[in-house]
């Protein structure tokens, strides 16, 4: 007798879910990327909790938005618009590209969906609702150019995943650090996050490095810091690193590292970046890297992994030694933090 069969849909998607979807910052994650590969000049972020747990997510941008039939197709699995053959994996520079966050996260929470296309002759925009994978209702609504999506009840039916959530300030702290990542990484764009209604921080989309860290950390942070920038080997680098002599007393690391536009982990870079330091890093103390590193898109695999925070570098070698350099070098020419706005 067979026993072999073909998963039903709802089972797929939960499956799908589970890899892309572990916790309230993920949804944050998978959402501001949309709004940031939708071209948004602001984006608006509302976290909402009360004891239970985080309760609301919303994130409304002013990007390209979607059309009535989109809208909807978009919450299908593997729907995407950003890639459409095989070989355009190999040279990804959308922060998306798999097609499958929205369906995951329609899978397991309360969705709903409000977009229009951006310079649309028709009055309308689309509303979709889906609860836990069901279409509720697909409408045309008022509202303005862009995407507003509103996350309820997530995990309501995932219950295993519900049971591992953490506290609410722990699970807050991810948001926020996941927010952070994306905006000092997408400095052109405005960047506003709301919890229970109370601003967080703002960032103003100027195009700066300091005027971004000093949105986030403060600007008696942003004074620890000297700038790296320049062409080394196959990568361009750009950001603030940590100045010797700095006062900050950092036990911590604070890595924010983005490849392509990409805020990812890579425990090799950081060693490299720390191999920079050299013995310009007291023991204990850990230096605070603002990198942007850009290369050659066809050089970076970031297929790896469904969350997408790792990615594979097919000259590794070569992109380490870079950095390694970078960093040496910005240390043993040190300026003093000052907001430039022309610096990138
Ligand atoms: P991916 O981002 O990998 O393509 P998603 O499931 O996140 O997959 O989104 C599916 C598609 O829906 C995207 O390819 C894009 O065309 C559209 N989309 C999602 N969010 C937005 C948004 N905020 N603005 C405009 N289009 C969006
Ligand atoms: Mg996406």
Same mark, same amino acid.
């Given at each position: 007798?067979?026993?072999? #069969? &073909?998963?039903?849909?709802? /089972?797929?998607?939960?499956?799908?879910?589970?890899?892309?979807?572990?916790?309230?910052? +993920?949804?944050?994650?998978?959402?501001?990327?949309?709004?940031?590969?939708?071209?948004?000049? &602001?984006?608006?972020?509302?976290?909402?909790?009360?004891?239970? @747990?985080? /309760?609301?997510?919303?994130?409304?941008?002013?990007?390209?938005?979607?059309?009535?039939?989109?809208?909807?197709?978009?919450? $299908?699995?593997?729907?995407?618009?950003?890639?459409?053959? =095989?070989?355009?994996?190999?040279?990804?520079? !959308?922060?998306?590209?798999?097609?499958?966050?929205?369906?995951?996260?329609?899978?397991?929470? #309360?969705? /709903?969906?409000?977009?229009?296309?951006?310079?649309?002759?028709?009055?309308?925009?689309?509303?979709?609702?889906?609860?836990?994978?069901?279409?509720?209702?697909?409408?045309?609504?008022?509202? =303005?150019?862009? !995407?507003?999506?509103?996350?309820?009840?997530?995990?309501?039916? /995932?219950?295993?995943?519900? #049971?591992?959530?953490? +506290?609410?300030? !722990?699970?807050?702290?991810?948001?926020?650090?996941?927010?952070?990542?994306?905006?000092?990484?997408?400095?052109?764009?405005?960047?506003?996050?709301?919890?229970?209604? %109370?601003? $967080?921080?703002?960032?103003?989309?100027?195009?700066?490095?300091?005027?971004?860290?000093?949105?986030?950390? @403060?600007?008696?942070?942003?004074?620890?810091?000297?700038? &790296?920038?320049?062409?080394?080997? *196959?990568?361009?680098?750009?950001?603030?690193?940590? $100045?010797?002599?700095?006062?900050?007393?950092?036990?911590?690391?604070?890595?924010?590292?983005?490849?392509?536009?990409?805020?990812?982990?890579?425990?090799?870079?950081?060693?490299?970046?720390?191999?920079?330091?050299?013995?310009?890093?007291? %023991? @204990?103390?850990?230096?605070?890297?603002?990198?942007?590193?850009?290369?050659? *898109? $066809?050089?970076?695999?970031?297929?790896?992994?469904?969350? %997408?925070?790792?990615?594979?570098?097919?000259?590794?070698?070569?992109?380490?030694?870079?950095?390694?350099?970078?960093?040496?070098?910005?240390?043993?020419?040190?300026?003093?933090? +000052? *907001?430039?706005?022309?610096? %990138?």
């Amino acid at each position: 007798m067979s026993r072999v #069969k &073909i998963l039903d849909e709802e /089972t797929i998607s939960h499956i799908a879910a589970g890899e892309v979807v572990e916790r309230a910052a +993920s949804v944050v994650k998978e959402l501001v990327e949309n709004a940031v590969d939708a071209d948004a000049q &602001i984006i608006r972020i509302g976290i909402s909790a009360d004891k239970t @747990g985080i /309760t609301r997510i919303s994130v409304t941008d002013d990007g390209v938005g979607m059309d009535f039939d989109d809208a909807l197709l978009a919450f $299908r699995q593997h729907a995407t618009s950003k890639i459409s053959r =095989p070989e355009d994996l190999d040279g990804i520079t !959308t922060l998306g590209f798999r097609g499958e966050a929205l369906a995951s996260i329609a899978a397991i929470s #309360k969705v /709903t969906f409000t977009t229009k296309e951006r310079g649309s002759a028709s009055p309308e925009a689309a509303r979709v609702v889906i609860h836990g994978g069901e279409l509720i209702s697909h409408a045309a609504v008022g509202a =303005p150019e862009g !995407t507003s999506i509103i996350i309820e009840a997530l995990f309501y039916n /995932t219950p295993a995943r519900r #049971k591992f959530q953490k +506290s609410v300030p !722990t699970e807050l702290s991810h948001v926020y650090d996941m927010v952070e990542r994306i905006a000092l990484s997408n400095r052109h764009i405005s960047f506003v996050l709301l919890y229970n209604g %109370k601003e $967080r921080f703002q960032t103003f989309g100027t195009g700066s490095y300091p005027d971004v860290i000093a949105a986030v950390f @403060g600007s008696s942070f942003s004074k620890e810091l000297t700038p &790296i920038s320049g062409s080394f080997g *196959p990568v361009k680098i750009d950001g603030w690193i940590t $100045r010797p002599g700095s006062e900050m007393k950092t036990t911590q690391t604070r890595f924010y590292l983005a490849v392509n536009g990409r805020q990812v982990t890579s425990r090799q870079l950081q060693w490299a970046i720390r191999e920079g330091y050299g013995t310009l890093l007291p %023991k @204990g103390m850990f230096p605070a890297a603002f990198l942007d590193i850009t290369l050659d *898109p $066809r050089e970076v695999d970031v297929n790896v992994h469904p969350t %997408k925070r790792e990615i594979r570098l097919s000259r590794e070698r070569e992109v380490m030694r870079s950095v390694q350099d970078a960093v040496y070098q910005a240390l043993h020419e040190e300026r003093v933090f +000052s *907001p430039a706005p022309d610096h %990138k």
